[in-house]
């Protein structure tokens, strides 16, 4: 059958009321409708009458079909079975979700899901996105399509597809760290099944604008080309003149030389200028101790927070037999990170603000290729599923500082106290604002050598093992130099370069799961999987150890044993409804020891002597609840505790920026075929800053920096124009709560939610 174009057009008795053209054709007969034996052409057919209730068509091509908040698979090729069948909790966020939420930004789509929650640039600064997922940092475990993507940038959905968060300990499919699980974003990749053009327009309060494009053209049967663009902006509610601006492009090529090779290029591109907002500080003492309220608007003129990425993806998928594939995937890209941003302070009042500066850049280039050898067979009369994979990576990471008025500034350089609040905007002086690679301080790079080996395996109708093996042999290096912070008429000279050398490790990590499907739809697992973590594993911080940075002794990198974790999950998934809504429950437990906890190593030797868990119970509900009731839900019930330590008073003490209780829920209903609405609700419990992998800090036994615990809420309705346009309006933190989504260990700085909101964007397909 010829491949229809997106000038295909439904019969008018099979047309849907409000239904949007596609570029799908139905693709049957009435000879298909009937049984055989009445399918004669010369046959006079009455069809039946057919109902369709309309819901929003998704191109993503991993998401349920006619649920469009439910995925039905993942990206991940290595995830060979349906999510429904997998021994595991994976969220899926698909791209009809992100886009009925009003979510673009990552941060904020993951910020809304239960069990994540968020910190703040680490170490003072104000580098992109930190996300904690169980209680466990995972900024560094960002990955896209499988690889992973080094960097604290800001990071966009234009070009996503889905967002998958794998919960629990993952370094047998991401590599190192990965403790309490790892993101992966999928992106949107040219295809040859049909052609299409979206355009997305919106305006709304706050200056807020925001146009993308999204088009696949189908040169023929051959070959694809799909663009996506994407321009936005607008203030920080409530926050003026604080703003965030993106710019981005992703490109991407299909060629299939043969029926047995895909080649598939794709480019992406995003520059986002922010100028940050620091929100508010933490006043007061316990208990009485809270954010600072009606902080007042202290960004200035020159602050900013950049993130410059480039990156070129290359993937060949060779089909040796129909049972055999060989894969492999090469990446290049680079980022360019900055920021320069104030905070301030004050004490229980407002009148006049003691002011601080916080800067820094971070260039990123990396290299990556990994090559996956994929082998269906029958062994034993049991089915397999292999995976064998290869994979080299090579990350560098130059950190520094900015030169304001020809000074290295660093935090808290320049400042000014007692700065009256009607003059605080232009209280700093932020011109001529300059980088200089010179100044860098931290020099940072890993490289890798893995390899691994998967197998599925039905083992009866009913009994299905999933098990996983991975050897990531890692090597680590850190140079560091004081850099040439000054306040006065001239810069310090440059302090000396510490060259620690490199920590390398070979690290073991496994995950094994078991899957009992006891009915057609419903089954039980349990599962169990490890994760590792090299001395000095994020790039950003150098030798500031209880960071995540290098652990140093006598000048040299300590010979540590990497950090170890361990989960077991007992769950179940019932795939309901036509397989159109899948419920889940998990009941979990994750350890980790050997912990590196970064204080006092030359006169103590704290290496490897911290260990802490958390355990909980999670749940999940993804699709079609009715026929016009979508939902997107979940709760996450845990408890954290540190188990070891070399400072007494930390033991049985909670984690760090961890929330006993997230939860949230994003209903839809279809009223009409043309109009649907619905809510979105996020609840997160309080929580108390401090340094990761540790206590969160306290005072006489109480908890010295808390995060107030916050219920946010959304609303959206959308109306079907025309079939082809569709205008959708978000309102969000409808009921304009002061809520605050982290703070600085120190409280030094709190971030604001954003405030009451407006948007309304048309959607139209061509």
Known sequence: MKKPSNKTKFPASFRVPGMARTSIALGVSTAMLMPMSAARADDDVEMKPVTVVERAFDHNPYAEPDAPYKAKRSGDERRTRPLAETPATIQVMTKTQIEDSGYTDLRDILDAQPGITLGTGENGNAFGDRYIIRGYEARSDTFVDGLRDPGMTIRESFAIEQVEVSKGPSSSFAGRGTVGGAINAITKQATVDYDFTKVSAGVGTDSYGRVTLDANHVVNDNAALRANVLYGYQQVPDRDPADRERKGVALSGLFKPSDKLDILVDYYGLRANDKPDLGSWLTGTVPNRRPMGNSPVYTQNGDFLSSDVDTLTGRIKYRITPNLRLTNLTRYGRSNNGYVATGASASSTVTNLNLTTHSGWQDVDYFVNQTSLGWDTTIAGMKHDFIFSLEYTDHKVLNGLYEIGGIVRGVNNPGMTNVPVASVRTALDRTNITKNTGNWDIDWQAKAISVSAMDTVDLTEKWTAFAGIRYDKTDISLRTRQAAVGGGASPPPVGTINDYGSQNAGMWNSHFGLVYKFLPYANVYAAYGSAADLNGGESDVGNSAGYGGMVTYNGSAAGAKPEKTENFELG?????????????????????????????????????????????????????????????????VMESEVLGSTTATRVGKRLSNFADLTASAQLRYQLTPKFAFGSAVKYESEKYAGQPDTAADFTTGLYSQPVPAYTVVNIFADYRLTKQAKVRLNVGNVFNADYYLAAYRSGAFVYKGDAINARLTLNYDF
């Open 572 to 636: 179940t998934k019932w795939n309901l409804l036509g397989q159109k809504l899948l419920v889940t429950a998990a009941i979990f437990q994750t350890t980790k020891s050997d912990v590196m906890e970064g204080a006092n190593y030359a006169s103590v030797g704290t290496f490897n002597t911290g260990k802490n868990r958390v355990q909980g119970i999670e749940l999940g509900l993804a699709g079609n609840v009715t026929e016009k009731l979508s939902a997107f839900a979940g709760v996450a």
